[in-house]
């Protein structure tokens, strides 16, 4: 077969080295010199590693001769350092690795050309491989059949060398008047390190920076962090402010073009895997000619079903990580320790147990601290600690014993706290005609089998609102044939079979208030530790919230003016712990968004508010939730840290690896575990 492949970056050079070696007749064509290069260094996962002996064991030996080894990540905040361990990381000098792969292509018989301008390429080869990088000339030619997309991710960033040869992964934090500005620097050979400067476009332009020169700019970052760099100094190589662009394609080839590396795909820099990626690609690309010799439509399609979701899972992550980035400063409130084991969580692909693991003493100091200030005592350091979803959590005047919430009917064994599933204030207040009703004697028994298993008990009080009079059984929101009316904010029904709820009148508004008042009452009587108000998964409350549901022209057109006023009403009769189920994003078109929801829990926490429980979508029966492990942690630890109230949580997290995670990095104080059944045991 003959190859033509445009790029020689590491993807392009490592696919012709594997693609000569089973004998296919290869060149690769590049733009630039053989020595040109973007960035500074180059680091590789163990995983890598291994893909990499296994494919061509001779890159492998002398990519890995000339590797910078270190274990340790570094965090520099509120001037101190924490340090983690265990973590293996391996980096090269980019202009290293290309010559190596470079040189490896000579020996095979690889034809390369340098200085060979893309319009000059019409290459006559079975097949064409796109590998010039994420602005790829090729792809653009075809954006329509690839369904191609690009788009701005993250915050800006500026790529440094340095003299300063690190010993650590380091992440630096440092705040200005400006706003706040963090580094990721780590060492890729003897004498150098690579040192990327990083900031919101907002602070960006408040420090002037989107004026300045290459060298004004070198001049500043090198003020910024002097304490850090010391004698040492920052070198640049075009290092310009750059915004990291998201590239995604819908297909990796047409015909018999194909693309690979960061004309495929991108990952933000922050998890440090696109060279990884990249070369991981050519492996897959060079298996697949190997599956199918004589079909290069199967073998393309053979690549894309290997290495897309793969990619998608790391691009997700990335993405998760530029997004932590753009926020970070909303975490300057936690604790150091808390605030490194947030850090190095960020993406879900490091847990509490991967920590543990990696670096027991580090998880040691973490969780006697967080163990110590659930009771609010100094940490004894190095002390034994149980695992953070067994600390106690003080909240809304209660102690509740531990992180753990179960919901609905299952067991209550083990859990802080169980929460009852749906219970109407009223009649027509309910979702089927099974929904309980708020009544002492329910209450009463509900109360004490939490108690007797040793947790406290939430009651979950709620008006179905437009989702009402559904059955029971055979689907969800299937409307009875003879229900009763609804009630919502505007005359919208909720699916195309639901019948059309009424718009609450002052008149309507005032009764529905006053049933919250009631049943709160009775649930105070029935011993009830603790109230969770529902203005979620459209309901009643959660219809006033969402510009989808509210579509009013009087007052109460303003989202937060009735649900206030209910919680207001009930705060006023309930002294206990009071929680809202709140929707914090439509996840539809037009709908609420994450900011509009976080201000919403700020506006709840100012109003007596104790814990939000944080919820996503069902606002429409078109909604689309991006459901997955976990899906609504980040959505959690933007409420928590930007609204400043106590959170909790939910979204598949059936582990209780997970649940230690996500409390012990401050991204929620409770979470409703969901672990899967248990197996029925079978007779011998």
Not at 165 to 194: I, M
Not at 249 to 264: F, K, M, P, R, T
Not at 608 to 629: F, I, K, N, Q
Request: aromatic share 8%; proline share 5%; with cysteine.
């Amino acid at each position: 077969m003959r190859v033509s492949v445009l790029g020689a970056g590491p993807s392009g050079l490592y696919l012709a080295v594997l693609l000569r070696k089973a004998g296919h007749e290869v060149s690769v064509v590049e733009r630039n010199a053989p020595d040109a290069t973007f960035g500074w260094g180059v680091v590789f996962s163990e995983e890598t590693l291994g893909a990499l002996r296994d494919a061509d064991y001779q890159t492998y030996l002398e990519i890995t001769d000339s590797f910078a080894r270190w274990t340790s990540i570094d965090i520099r905040y509120r001037d101190v350092t924490l340090r983690s361990g265990g973590h293996t990381f391996s980096a090269i000098r980019r202009t290293h690795l290309l010559d190596i792969l470079q040189r490896r292509c000579r020996e095979l018989g690889v034809a390369l050309t340098f200085h060979h301008e893309v319009d000059e390429f019409a290459p006559d080869a079975d097949l064409v491989v796109a590998a010039d990088g994420a602005n790829s000339l090729l792809r653009r030619g075809f954006v329509k059949e690839f369904g191609s997309s690009s788009a701005p991710q993250g915050c800006k960033y500026v790529w440094f060398g340095t003299d300063l040869v690190l010993d650590a992964f380091t992440f630096v934090f440092r705040q200005t008047e400006h706003g706040l500005f963090q580094v990721h620097a780590y060492p890729f050979d003897e004498h150098t390190s690579t040192w990327i400067v990083e900031t919101t476009e907002a602070t960006w332009r408040r420090a002037g920076l989107d004026t300045m020169s290459e060298e004004e700019s070198i001049a500043f970052c090198s003020a910024l962090f002097a304490d850090d760099l010391g004698t040492h100094k920052l070198m640049s190589n075009r290092s310009v402010w750059l915004d990291f662009p998201l590239v995604r394609n819908e297909s990796w080839h047409h015909g018999n073009l194909v693309l690979i590396g960061d004309a495929a795909h991108t990952a933000h820099f922050s998890i440090g895997s696109g060279t990884k990626l990249a070369m991981e690609d050519a492996i897959a690309l060079a298996n697949s000619f190997v599956r199918h010799p004589s079909d290069v439509e199967q073998a393309l399609v053979d690549y894309e079903l290997a290495r897309q979701p793969v990619v998608e899972r790391f691009q997700q992550a990335a993405g998760d990580s530029a997004a932590y980035f753009g926020r970070v400063g909303n975490y300057l409130g936690l604790e150091p320790i808390q605030f490194a084991a947030n850090l190095l969580t960020r993406s879900g692909r490091i847990s509490h147990a991967n920590l543990t693991q990696r670096d027991p003493h580090f998880m040691r100091v973490l969780d006697s601290w967080f163990a110590a200030d659930a009771v609010g005592a100094a940490a004894l350091p190095g002390a034994v600690a149980p695992p953070p979803m067994f600390a106690p959590l003080r909240v809304g005047g209660a102690t509740v014993p531990n992180r753990v919430v179960r919901a609905g009917d299952t067991a209550p064994a083990g859990a802080g706290l169980v929460l009852t599933g749906f219970v109407a204030v009223s009649d027509d207040g309910r979702t089927t005609p099974e929904c309980p009703v708020m009544d002492d004697s329910w209450a009463v028994r509900q109360h004490h089998r939490a108690h007797e298993a040793g947790a406290l008990l939430g009651v979950r009080l709620g008006h179905a609102g437009r989702r009402g009079a559904t059955r029971a059984t055979g689907g969800v929101d299937v409307p009875l044939r003879d229900g009763w009316p609804l009630l919502s904010a505007s005359p919208l029904r909720y699916t195309p079979f639901s019948a059309v709820p009424a718009e609450l009148s002052a008149a309507d508004m005032d009764r529905v208030r006053d049933d919250f008042v009631a049943a709160a009452g009775r649930a105070l009587s029935a011993g009830v530790d603790a109230l969770e108000l529902d203005l979620a998964d459209g309901y009643l409350l959660a219809s006033f919230l969402s510009p989808l549901t509210n579509r009013r022209t009087d007052s109460y057109a303003e989202p937060l003016r009735y649900p206030l006023s209910v919680v207001d009403a009930v705060r006023a009769v309930w002294p206990r712990l009071l929680a809202v189920r709140l929707t914090v994003t439509d996840w539809a078109r037009g709908g609420l968004t994450v900011e509009q929801g976080v201000e919403h829990a700020r506006a709840m926490a100012g109003h007596g508010v104790d814990l939000v429980h944080v919820r996503a979508g069902h606002t429409t029966a078109t909604s689309r939730p991006e459901y997955r492990r976990g899906y609504l942690t980040t959505l959690s630890d933007r409420v928590r840290n930007e609204a400043g109230v106590p959170t909790l949580v939910g979204g598949y997290l059936t582990t209780p690896d997970e649940v230690n995670t996500v409390v012990a990095a401050g991204r929620a104080d409770l979470c409703l575990f969901e672990p899967p059944p248990t197996p029925l045991e079978v007779p011998r």
